[in-house]
């Protein structure tokens, strides 16, 4: 086990995680509000936008969209809006 910062809030912890046990909630919920988001509306031009329209951060965005459970989000985000390859990420 490691002592790591939260990147989420920055608390400090113990665990192998990036996330501390007190935020894995709360990216569960960001998670799905997102994918409950993308169910319902049409895709949205930015990642912005995306935050805006969810209520989840810039910055949780980009940190979900660089996991492995995101990996279609990506994928079809930046193929439907080819020119927001390599922006806010």
Do not use: W
């Not at 002592?3 to 919920?29: E, M």
Request: aromatic share 8%; with cysteine.
């Amino acid at each position: 086990m490691n002592f790591n910062k939260c990147v989420r809030c920055g608390s400090f912890f113990a665990s192998s995680d990036n996330i501390c046990p007190n935020c894995q909630h709360k990216d569960k919920v960001d998670m799905i509000s997102i994918r409950n988001y993308l169910a319902n509306n049409e895709l949205p031009q930015n990642i912005e936008m995306l935050s805006s329209q969810s209520g989840v951060s810039v910055k949780n965005i980009n940190r979900y969209l660089k996991t492995k459970e995101f990996s279609d989000i990506k994928e079809s985000f930046f193929n439907a809006n080819p020119s927001n390859i390599g922006t806010s990420l």
